[in-house]
């Protein structure tokens, strides 16, 4: 955010995008659950040209001992990005940023994951960006939630991660790379489709009070859209087999 | 005051909460006690001291002259860091930055940026050769509840009273860091079921999900995290978002009374 | 399939060797099905994805302008890692890379490298200024058994589908990266008392010593490894050095395959 | 030490050094203690322009247990300088520098704490220097001494962190900035006020040993000084209050 | 390996190195049993102008608990460039060849050593180069053997570290810095004198088939005279007292 | 010798120095047999080996081409490092360096630095652009007592045989390096109740605080360490100085007997 260096056009004459949708039109997304054998559950998440893989691994037995919670399992999330998903190659392991991610991510799913049913466990998540667009913390909560649900974690509500934000000075849904780059506010959040709460929340950039809450009406409705698409790839996992 | 163990604790603050009351007395949206002192560390080009209840925070700023980016010859840049050591409380352990440490930074961080109250522009020397990188960090001394408020209001407050040290790098005269704005934060924690302001030692340890709210002068929102387990609905968020003006007047006042000086 | 505790594993491993069997059917020099897609991701210039039985492996390679170094000012370098994170498997845990991991990696830079398939000099773009660094990274996502196999094949795939991305870095126009040949690797561990080839990961667990061999188009070796505990004789080397030369061949009709796309 | 590069002028005409003081005198000290609430004992020292703050925990149980001893308490020592500190920020983190002022200042403080008494745990102790201006690890240990003292921590003396050195092959006490990095000599030391005993002793430089006597002899005197400046801290503190 | 940059000749006219030696012919090799008072056991190795030192702790409790395995003991190698050794200094502490040399010596060492009889314990070898002039890890790999005979571990063989390679087209025994700086291939391996078997193999460069089976060949060659310099280092050491 | 468990150990040195006697039966400021090899190893510019006692100490002097430091343009540099690593003895752990292992190199490195044996001006090649770099690392191989001795003797004598490899460098003809004074090392270590020189394996063991003093060739104090727990009063420091410089002059003979090589 704040990161445009003078004036990038990034609206047409006519009020639509630059790839040519609409201001509240998200990025084309495709889901695939249970594709990684060696892991108890998982998913790969396709979200304009990002690709995410998340692993899920447990409940297990927590250990080391200290990080054990006597009344839920704890849920340990890694967010990382790989060398190749980035235009310029990034160093392999942990920086500031994924470190950030990582822990919000991980607190997300422990509001949705029914963690007093497993005291004393992990549930390890490994969230792996392959390719990378923008929006990727989001693909990773939505990769996450559905590897949760493929490995049979019982939540209250899926949780799915979506984001709106501001270009010339418009609201709109779901900004790609260059909406990214030159864009004034990214408002990326994670939704619980069936309750509406929110149990991720980041924004950066300038908002004022009334773009905000245009912001988040975007928000919600692609929530609804994505939850859709993550339904039916759970669905294809049970009737078809690996899919 | 007694320590209670979190379950007792939780049960004694949701008690409390149904009767709209707190575990110091304090109202739902009222504030500890704040004090804030500024020009108060020999070395630091800017410095800030805040007090709020029994949280005590520090902020410096540093300068250093840095070659630009190659994509971005005429701006300098800005960085902000917090250090979460074990001097401020029993339950800090040493070792590399934890991720609530890294939260924190980050957190500060961008409300700063965002508000655009550093012009990057500004920063300048010598297009594509020097410009000035600005370090603020935040070391906090004594956690008693609601760090990222005192951090943010530390780090702005000393970054607005920041001299720039031109003459000691030898690029002019010695100025006062241009600053436009001055970006605050208003942060709430879930206690007994509901959300409060500026929380403390208590009522984290026995409370949920915190959201952190920076606010620039124009009431835009510049920053927006929520941290912890737990949910939150659009009502909710309504209510606090109110709430978080006020108090991000009141501390931004804080801040200019210092700037006179 | 039933989890058998090792030291009873190992028994049923020994037990189908005397009947010339294995664990899922497969004869001594049979392997699993392997499916290999190249040009898989965006932002990498070069990409791979192999599936070798549940074995799940990328590789995506990049590129950076480096100044050479000064005692060998024409030549360009390749740097080849795998990483080995915990996505991978259950057995796999967080921190900074295991030997595991670093012997894969380098075992795999070796093979590639040591067959001269890419000719350093041939990244050169301005003598003593200007070279292009080749960075192949592997990425394990689900380890079912013989990942060296699986990322050897990845990382060459990649390789060798690349795009040198000159115009991005303003040095020219994209084109293909020159590799001049297709170094393949071949692994086989002992199970049940004698190799196999492409163990799965229950022979893994219950098995002992790996050899990886690494060929090149005309049979040469371009790199050997012995992991693991256990050790061999020439004749048992012998053996397993013919059946190597056969699976090399098949595995790198599968590269060239790709590379009509 | 060692750090002279040329003829630099320490000392005036008459004898006098840069700032004024007598070539026994040393910078005005000025303590408060109590001043952390979320510590068990705290004292902050402002010596010259240094500032520093040290802050005491326990004694608690010692984890992980190989660090435990069965007949004492250990003393867990962390020196810090905080990245504003200095002329020149420094990146936060531990440095060898700091971690071999940690581990002598931590055995200085193992010397006069009633170790022996708490078996089988441990004792924080937190030095944090915010401003530095030559003589931090001085100022460092007399701060935790009374950060100790604050916390109730018995010990069979206090111990006060003082160094003299020399200058323009002089023998003065307690180098300021210019001092220091000129000067030909350091010798920090720290004194036990009432036994006269020595908990800690560096030094570098060059000190022939009659110049060692006399910056010893210094370091005495201003420990006396110091010391009453320590003890009127810690009476403010349980006469007045959180001072 | 490939490292050659142009034409340097490495064999002379007559077919003899550029030091004398026939292409099967060793650098010279001498051994110490029993150098280091501190360890259970240790060796020198010096092969050409490489020197070697091992020592060798143990069988001692394993811990952290988790590295325990519960039918035999594990051995804890470190292989380890001291940073005088090379040309160019290099900085302290483990890099990647390091470690990927020392996890290949110990799955070697686990090979010929006994572990059954000790299970749940730890076995320490420290293998430090203090000179290097090509083959480290080979004349690492003696060392550490004759250090575990000296340590009076139980061994089912001794393991004999040797290598071949190819210059010019020839294959040769035991690289010498030149040679392995402009050659063409190198072939370490870790021979078991007695049985004949291989626990060591790494190899690197270009073989044909009939260049592997005579690089082979000299190995097994050379380290039947290695292991008599190393018998009677053994020897020595027990007639002799310490050498 | 049998292994006595501390608190038993420590009873047995408090009767021998009763009866001013010593574990190993010398006397209290008698030192264990020294010897001293230099220009052992191929590769390093200089070398020494010191045997004290059980104790093994290699150190080692290499040179680097360096840009000296833009406020100081005709100055070399000098560090030294120690390495304490697990083949020192059973009690070494792996791992980042230890407390103990960068206090023995920063009191060696204080003890050469500040003697001000190495002008740093003659370090300089050309001012503002190259300077010599030289560095000693110090490796312990056997610690069976006083490895600080053992370690500031190595430094000095592998510096003072060192030369510097300006032929290598393309920057001269190779020459000895100017090093202008042998500072040297004496530690005392309480043991039974008294400082006592030299102090092997077991005195360490039971005993107390150490003292470290380097001496220079006139005798000057040039580094004091107290280590560990303990207090000394100044009349035991007075005593023990003595002691030190009759000790210092002695290992400086040793030094100087291999310069004439």
Known sequence: MMGGYGDVQLLNEDGSRLDGRKVDEMRPVS????????????????????????????????????????????????????PFSTSDRIRPGFNRRSREISKVT??????????????RSKIRVEIEILAAEAGTRCVGITAAA?????????????????????????????????????GQADLPVGILPNTGEIAFLQMDGDLSPDEYNLAMEYNFKAAKEIHEIMVDALKRRYDGGEA | MVELVPALLR?????????????????????????LETDCLYNAEGSAKVVMGGTVVYAGVKFELRTPWPDRPTQGSLMCGAELRPVAGRKYEPGPPSPASIELGRVVDRGIRESGCIDMESLCIVPGEKVWGVMIDIHVLSDQGNIFDACGLAAIAALRTAVVPAERFDV??????????TPIMASFTRVGGRFVLDANEQEELGGDERIHITLGDKGHLHSLQKGLKGVFTPAEFAEIFDVAQKRCVELRKLVAEKEGN
């Open chain 1, 31 to 82: 889901i695939e659950a249970g594709i990684l054998p060696a892991a108890d559950g998982s998913a790969k998440v396709t979200h304009g040209l990002n690709v995410a893989v998340a692993a899920v691994y447990g409940p297990m037995e927590a250990h080391p001992r200290k990080i054990q919670r006597q009344d839920r399992a704890v849920i340990d999330v890694r967010y990382n990005m790989a």
């Open chain 1, 106 to 119: 991980a607190e997300a799913l422990e509001s949705v994951v029914l963690v007093e049913r497993y005291p």
């Open chain 1, 146 to 182: 559905v590897a949760l649900a493929d490995a049979g974690i019982p939540m209250r509500d899926m949780i799915v991660g979506v984001a709106s934000g501001k270009i010339e000075d418009t609201v709109v849904l779901d900004l790609d790379k260059a909406e990214d780059n030159y």
């Open chain 2, 11 to 35: 049960q004694e603050l949701a008690r409390l909460a149904e009767e709209n009351n707190r575990i110091d007395g304090r109202g739902r949206w009222d504030s500890r006690d704040v004090t």
């Open chain 2, 172 to 181: 002019g005269e010695d100025h006062t860091l241009q600053v436009n704005g």
